[in-house]
């Protein structure tokens, strides 16, 4: 039997339809229509066939972001050039992205010929056909449906081939999501296969990726294993890096990944975890042909700031295993809050020690001979003693003791005697350069 396309026509119940017509009118089915119409038929198509059909779709609008944003060299155009080899659920949220009512029909509207060419294959009765006609009547427009939850609701009516998930083996799936999906887009992609991705690792699984890594290194003994999983969160992951162990709490991209292969029912039975990183490593070839376009490939040298292309990452409540975490912050902060408040009050408690003033004696106007000698001393007695007597107090105060006036009259009287003798000193000396003492 030829293959039908739009200008085709065909008999449904000794009645003739144009395909073009025919088509039209079942994009208006609901989702809920759609799949109950394959479930009560008993039909289910394979995954290929509605992903060729989004990509047939997508391929000019696609054509267009690339080549307009090939100078700009941004994320979105690069992960674009990954579009031939895009999954299910990249091309389903792709499809949302470009919010267009005319490409959603275009979408619906191929979808059913490429249906009714795999009903005629499968040999689906003249009356199932006509059941669904009359339904179609019933519906003169649209749905209102977002087209993402349009075709996440037919998720049930599309089979994966064996070892398959969203359309991609294992191999093909690891790269592609990598390389080309955001870690919001690829955890919805785990919903859809009722794989709920957490967004951080349980303190003990922390301790079982960290165990495993030492085992592959050499023996562990029991006492360093549960020395280990005693560590709290914060230590553990020191620990890790210490020993160049790749473990944290927060789940990477390619870890991610894993997890969705490891749990989800398409892949989990034959699932192995790869030998080393380098099957996400994977590039394209040097150019992706999308008609006339060609997009050169851009390397991509470090993680960039993730953008969501359809929807933005839902606001993380914090579970259970990050309360430790905040916990063992606070009492760290408590430790450092104590520390501080011990060196105020330390600080607070040293007294500053006043600044003592010179003493400045004028001995400009000194004449320093014999006949001047009493007026000298009775200058210098004039400023000394004052001085002399600041000194004193300073001493008496810092010694704790009051002063008295027997302090004072020996201050004085020590300050005489050794004048005097200062006095004669220097009189005998006159004297004796003067070729004698008297």
Sequence with gaps: MNKLNTESTIVINNQSYVMKDLVSKLANLPSSEFSNFLKNIGLTVPKKLKMAVLKRILKEPVSKTIEERAKLADELGYRLSWFSRFSEYQLENLLKFYKSVSLNKAYLETLWLELFNYMMEKKVSDVDLHKLVLLSNNYKSLSDEDILSYNLALKDSFYDEKNEIDGLSPDEFRPVLYKSSTLVEIRELGLKYDV???KRLKKEQLADIIIAELKERGPVSEEKEAEIRKMSIVIMQRFAKDNDIKASIELKKDEVIEYILANASQTKEMYFLPSDS?????ELEPEV???????????VVEEVVEEPV????PVEEFEDDYTEVLEEIKFLRKLLSDHVEVCDAFNEVVEEVPSKEPIFVNTAGFYSDKKHAKKDYQDF???VPKAEEAVSNDQADV????RTEADDIFVAVSWVIAIILLGVVIFLLINYLRGGVF
């Design 196 to 198: 709920n991705v957490p």
């Design 278 to 282: 380098t099957v996400y490593m994977q």
């Design 289 to 299: 042909v999308l008609d006339s376009v060609i997009v050169e490939e851009e390397p």
């Design 310 to 313: 359809v929807v933005e990452e």
């Design 381 to 383: 007695m004039a400023t």
């Design 399 to 402: 010694q704790g003791k009051p």
